[in-house]
């Protein structure tokens, strides 16, 4: 075969396809057939025929009874419109838009990203609860499973300033809710929503506790640790 004709081919051209189309085609509710007569409006699309017919698309594939049908579907469904537009001539003519196709896609994955998220949130959240009966060295009690799940609920803590206030209320020896309470409430008042607030917030509490010991006291005892409870 002549290379010259085998360079022309090669050349003629690509049709992008977003990769996330390729993997996720069946997700959203595309067959082969449909995928495939999808990809080829594009093409014509892309090649400035705005409205190929089932003839043209049968040149490439499925007779041309065939493509009408998969075309009625795909219009049927969703994945694909007829526009009109007016040319700089005044003349009305129709186009293909595969711009509902985009619109499925990013709602089918967007969905997904939520599903993953809210059941990622969701074992963090069981997590947490282990977290707390690993501390307590015991199951925790209707009332305080009621009051944790009030923190995430109600208050909005995230799982991870929880998980904080439970190692300071360690780190202070008052392992207790009404404790872990008072300091997600000072938390929450003096806006600390991330770990980096609570160890800020948290030095700069011992500080203030510091300073408020008389002098001579501070001389007899040694200084108070620094304790970075919030690493791990």
Same mark, same amino acid.
């Given at each position: 075969m002549n290379k010259r004709f085998l360079m022309q081919w090669i050349t003629e051209g690509q049709l992008s396809v977003p990769k996330l189309l390729l993997?996720?085609?069946?997700?959203?509710?595309?067959?082969?057939?449909e995928f495939v007569l999808l990809l080829q409006v594009y093409d014509f699309l892309s090649e400035q025929h705005p409205f190929p017919t089932p003839e043209d698309l049968s040149e490439r594939g499925p007779s041309s009874s065939e493509c009408a049908t998969i075309l009625g579907q795909l219009l049927k469904k969703g994945y694909l419109s007829i526009e009109e537009h007016v040319d700089e001539n005044g003349i009305l003519f129709e186009s293909y838009s595969i711009d509902p196709?985009?619109?499925k896609l990013i709602h089918v994955m967007t969905n997904e990203k939520i599903e993953q998220e809210n059941e990622l949130k969701k074992q963090e959240e069981f997590n947490i609860y282990t977290v707390f009966?690993?501390?307590f060295s015991?199951?925790?009690?209707p009332i305080e499973c009621e009051t944790l799940a009030m923190w995430l609920d109600q208050d909005h803590h995230s799982p991870e300033i929880i998980r904080a206030a439970l190692r300071e209320s360690v780190v202070s020896g008052k392992l207790n809710f009404r404790y872990i309470d008072r300091i997600l409430f000072e938390w929450k008042k003096n806006g600390v929503q991330t770990? !980096? &607030?609570?160890?800020?917030y948290g030095e700069k509490f011992?500080?203030? !506790? &510091?300073s408020k010991q008389p002098t001579q006291e501070k001389r007899k005892v040694e200084p108070f640790p620094t304790y970075n409870w919030l690493e791990k």
């Open positions: 993997k996720n085609y069946r997700k959203i509710g595309l067959n082969e057939e196709l985009w619109e009966e690993q501390e015991r199951p925790l009690s770990l !980096q &607030q609570a160890r800020a011992r500080k203030y !506790q &510091q």
